[in-house]
């Protein structure tokens, strides 16, 4: 049968149910460029005033997942495991979750995002190793998981095109807001990406995607039931992002904090939230090869903690530096690190407690320190960063350090150091603790 676009955008704007094959028609047409974006711009703006039931948001997944390469990872060893977090500040958990997982048997073939926006991302973290490349052939990256067991790479060019089309037309026409389009979205990629196992860390709070824990509990849910529906076993974590996850913001200073959780020290708050993911990962292997990892809450965390204890996370990680071309002598003498010339210190303007952080504008304070791009053309400098003293909850006197900006350029600071105050608010009140882990969903 002919199809036609207006009959499908008609379909949506009445809210009715898409057809398997008209969704596969759809993202075929997205695909090949057939498609106007007029078209798709209707269809996207009808999505997101009446959803998709769970059945088409699963075609849509599976349909982009389809749209280009599906990396085949069968031909390597044990149960492949991925993590994904759908954005933080300070989020380094992926250089803690992912040595840990290979060094309790997990296959970690990975791969990792750039920063988006406020948002850091993994690539550009590991890129301030010196010499590290995260962009290795399928040839290397398959041997460098069979010699470590664990390997992250960027998004290879070819992965989930529908996606990748989609998104920037969503990005300009106010239709990035909408829960089954973006499970979609992360869900193509991750199932592309070829793990058997997908633990989730879904942020909630002033720096993340999804502002409301309600939220985020919804997007949890659709995405792990989107990775379930695909044969894939998943679960999601929902965990707090209403301040920066540990003290470091920015990729050198952000590798440093992930080695003192690695070696067994390290924010404690960064500490719990990496066990709660990696023991998570581990529980789902288990589901996979029942016998062969731990399959209950307290051993599996007891597991995670013991390969941080014994060091054996941290030699993975070691390994996979080296075998990526990475000087590993920067993870024990971090001084080889890139580092700002200058520490500038924020002092605090009054007494009273740290009520609350806009942490979407300390990310972007980070970001204007060089640490992430304005633009798509910009150069990191890994050298960059914030590392707090003070966070959400704590008091502080009037003139005490919360903060050091590491730049080289002083007018930066300056300017930096203004954007990162109007992000905290400062009262006499102490604020209400809020959880670190806000539950899990399988
Ligand atoms: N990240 C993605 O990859 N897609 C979305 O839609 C939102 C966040």
Known sequence: MQMNMIELIQKKKRGLEMTPTEIDWLVAGVTDGSLP???????????????????????????????????????????????HSTGGVGDKTTLIVAPVCAACGVTMAKMSGRGLGHTGGTVDKLEAIPGFTTSLDAGRFFEVVEKTGLCVVGQSGNLTPADKKLYALRDVTATVESLPLIASSIMSKKLAAGADCIV??????????????????????AMVDIGNGAGRTCAALVTDMERPLGLGIGNSLEVCEAVEVLRGGGPEDLREVSIALASALLRLAARREPGSFPSGVEESEAAVKKAISSGAAFDRLREMVRAQG????????????????????????????????????????????????LTQNDRIDHSTGIVLARKTGDSVSKGEVIAWLHTSDEDRAKRVETEFLKALTILRERPEDRPLLFGIVE
């Open 37 to 83: 974006d007029y078209q798709l711009s209707a269809w996207l703006m009808a999505v997101c005033f009446n959803g998709m039931t769970d059945a088409e948001t699963l075609e849509l997944t599976m349909a982009m997942a389809r749209s280009g390469d599906i990396v085949d990872l069968s031909d390597l060893p044990g149960v492949k495991g991925d993590k």
């Open 200 to 221: 989730l860390d879904v942020k909630t709070g002033s720096g993340a995607f999804m502002k409301t824990t309600e939220d985020a509990i919804a997007l949890a849910r």
């Open 326 to 373: 990475g000087d590993d002598g920067a993870l024990t003498d971090t001084s080889k690190l890139p580092r700002a010339r200058s520490v500038y210190t924020v002092v605090s303007p009054s007494d009273g407690y740290i009520y609350s952080m806009d942490t979407e504008r300390v990310g972007m304070a980070s970001v204007l320190l060089g640490a992430g791009r």
